[in-house]
């Protein structure tokens, strides 16, 4: 479908503030590639075949018994059992003897003749580690140093790092674009609603929310947390209900300074509706200024989420968060690369974001030219 006059212009805008095209451009790969997490970093292989058969345990349980192992549980594909029965084809002496039998079966050295066999091999992830991956150190204490098998080190409780930032970055970057999408959404109609009717309507609504904005977040969150339990969507839902609020004075104020144009009256004359007058003649010249305020909102979002997190009171201990990992990176100064990690994941990821929406905001300048 082509775009429309004013969006080709928009878009050529964009494109002249080469700081916002290059970061969208790095955003989208880095973001595009978080999407696919489960394929870069997971502690199940990607194919396993068994027997002749393809099966793919990143996206199908399978237990043991699946490949001929006595256990109904889900496999343990690092196992000396699971991996020798994999590539034997469920052989039954893997259970005597099962890491002679495999590295014989990968140096080419196994009698193939063996009744039963039949050689089958497992693909494996390019970090073969999800983000609640619990590592055996041999050994060494957790965290662990970057080193071959951990490419960032581990955490405190032996989880790959670099497996909790492409998890966690993913998260944050959903977390911080469905709060933004949801409370500007909230914002723009509650900041066009007081700024075109004005009177009793802007002073009840501003009264309202001067009273919502005395309620302290963090206390809220505490009293929601303790009632019910923690999770990804209760997260949203608070956010949302604490995020509204920012874009109401300035849509306001745009809507306020617009309601008495030539342009609105006139519409007003003709009989043109409310809901089209501010939607579609008034909201566009206010957009200007809604955008400049899109890229606080965005890192200040993913700032929270990180914050509370990195107090106990955000998302569950479950799943990964970078702000965990901040505080983690505090409770163990001895290794910095935690604190490097997180400083540069977060560096990057908000500085890429912020770029992206000052360029939107020139895009949709009418003041700015392409040139």
């Known amino acids: 479908m082509a775009l429309s006059p004013l969006n080709q212009r928009r878009w050529r805008n964009f494109r002249a503030n080469r700081r916002a095209f290059w970061s969208l451009w790095i955003f989208s ?3 595009g590639l978080s999407l696919f997490a489960e394929v870069l970093a997971n502690d199940r292989p990607l194919l396993v075949q068994y027997r002749g058969e393809w099966r793919m345990p990143f996206l199908t349980f399978y237990s043991e018994t699946d490949f001929g192992g006595d256990f109904r549980t889900e496999a343990n594909y690092k196992a000396p059992e699971v991996e020798c029965l994999i590539r034997s084809g469920g052989l039954e002496a893997c259970f005597d003897d099962a890491e002679k039998i495999t590295a014989d079966i990968k140096a080419g050295s196994f009698d193939t003749t063996t009744e039963g066999f039949e050689k089958g091999f497992m693909l494996w992830p390019l970090i ?3 983000y609640n991956t619990i590592n055996d150190l041999n050994g060494q204490a957790a965290p662990s140093a970057p080193e071959a098998a951990h490419w960032l080190g581990t955490d405190d409780t032996s989880r790959d790092v670099l497996a909790r930032v492409i998890y966690g970055f993913r998260l944050s970057v959903v977390y911080g674009l469905v709060v933004t999408l949801l409370t500007s959404i909230v914002g723009i109609a509650a900041g066009a609603i007081q700024g075109y009717f004005g009177g009793k309507v802007d ?3 501003q009264r309202a929310i001067e009273i919502w904005g005395g ?4 206390y809220f969150i505490i009293i929601v947390f303790s009632v019910w339990q923690r999770s990804f969507l209760v997260l949203i839902l ?3 209900l604490f995020g509204w609020t920012r874009l109401v004075g300035v849509v306001r104020a745009e809507f306020l300074r617009a309601r008495n144009f030539e342009y609105v009256r006139a519409a007003k004359a003709l009989g043109v509706s409310d809901a089209v007058i501010i939607f579609r003649h008034v ?4 957009m200007v200024a809604t955008l400049t305020m899109l890229p606080f909102v965005v890192s200040g979002t993913i700032g929270s989420l990180a914050s509370l997190d990195y107090l106990g009171y955000g998302l569950p201990a479950s799943l990964p968060s970078l702000g965990q990992l901040s505080a983690q990176a505090q409770q163990n100064l001895q290794m910095p690369s935690l604190a490097f990690t997180a400083f540069f ?4 990821m908000l500085s890429l974001l912020v770029f992206i929406f000052e360029g939107v905001r020139d895009a949709f300048d009418p003041r700015k030219t392409y040139s």
């Open 29 to 31: 790969v880095l973001f």
């Open 128 to 130: 073969p580690y999800s």
């Open 203 to 205: 002073l009840l609504f």
């Open 215 to 218: 309620v302290p977040e963090l």
């Open 238 to 240: 608070i956010s949302v």
């Open 283 to 286: 909201l566009p010249n206010a």
């Open 345 to 348: 994941t977060f560096a990057i």
